[in-house]
């Protein structure tokens, strides 16, 4: 992560600094880890720009969410944009 919004930290109870250089993947259950790393490479391929996985909090509890991809430009460097919207349980 280069930057991440004050609602995401908030959200996941991080601090900017603790974020700064994390892989998203990181963020997710362990039991959903190749899950995820999956649906980021069809990311990364442009197959999708949306999964629905949790983020798990620094406490361990999950956030449910939906998460946008698009690319970006940041400083120069080619970037993933990532939105995150979370979902409650219906």
């Not at 994390?22 to 790393?37: C, G, M, T, W, Y």
Request: net charge positive; proline share 3%.
């Amino acid at each position: 992560m280069l930057y991440s919004n004050p609602a995401f930290r908030k959200h996941l109870s991080y601090t900017e600094k603790e974020l700064l250089g994390k892989n998203i993947l990181s963020f997710h259950p362990h039991n959903r880890v190749l899950e995820a790393a999956k649906s980021f490479s069809e990311i990364l391929e442009g197959k999708t720009f949306l999964y629905s996985l949790p983020f798990v909090t620094r406490e361990g509890s999950e956030i449910f969410a939906e998460t946008r991809f698009s690319r970006g430009s940041w400083r120069g460097q080619e970037v993933m944009i990532a939105l995150a919207r979370s979902k409650l349980a219906k």
